[in-house]
């Protein structure tokens, strides 16, 4: 679970966590003074929770984890899941065989559109961001699907013109090197990933 410790305040949950820091250094925020582009901002995240967020854990457990935890015994296997209250069940049902073809496509496809929702909105305002000219929290927490997706070696936005400019933009703002520290990316991680993603780098 994401935790954020600010000066003792405990604050959980990556978009919760976000929301509070806008919140407090309001300086050059992220979330518009307009009510109807703040609607628009909060209804994109409710989405993203809901859709990239969720099915990104499918491709990057089987992809990327799934090696490690089938070279575990059974035991080991579930002494780790049992570890991760926030996440047992999910793993339980991935197992060591990883999550069928089917729950595999049904994700990918749930990423795509996605993708396409993002194409459109950027259209629909103008762009260059989610909601217009100007980068919101909507825009923070898409990227990081995104991101994993390109890591994992399975960018399939690539005829998406708004998104393909959307995700040069976003990797361009000034805080994302140190978000993405070196060592932080999966493709950092897991060797077996190294080769797939630098074809699509």
């Not at 936005?157 to 070196?182: E, G, M, S």
């Not at 080769?195 to 699509?200: D, G, H, I, V």
């Amino acid at each position: 679970m994401p935790t954020l410790d600010h000066d003792g305040a405990i604050v959980t949950d990556s978009t919760v966590i976000t929301e509070y820091l806008d919140e407090v250094v309001p300086q050059n925020g992220f979330t518009p003074e307009d009510p109807v582009l703040r609607a628009r901002m909060r209804a994109l995240m409710h989405f993203i929770d809901e859709m990239p967020a969720a099915a990104v854990r499918v491709p990057t457990f089987n992809l990327a984890f799934l090696p490690s935890f089938q070279k575990m015994s059974r035991d080991e296997f579930v002494a780790m899941a049992e570890s991760k209250p926030l996440r047992r069940e999910f793993m339980v049902t991935m197992g060591q065989t990883g999550f069928p073809k089917v729950e595999m496509d049904a994700a990918l496809a749930r990423l795509r559109r996605s993708y396409e929702r993002m194409d459109r909105e950027i259209a629909t305002n103008w762009g260059p961001w989610l909601i217009g000219r100007d980068i919101s929290l909507a825009d923070v927490a898409a990227m990081p699907a995104l991101v994993r997706m390109q890591d994992l070696g399975m960018p399939d936005w690539q005829d998406l013109p708004h998104v393909v400019t959307w995700f040069d933009n976003i990797r361009a703002q000034k805080a994302f090197r140190p978000t993405y520290y070196h060592g932080s990316l999966l493709s950092e991680r897991f060797p077996h990933l190294h080769e797939k993603t630098a074809k699509t780098a």
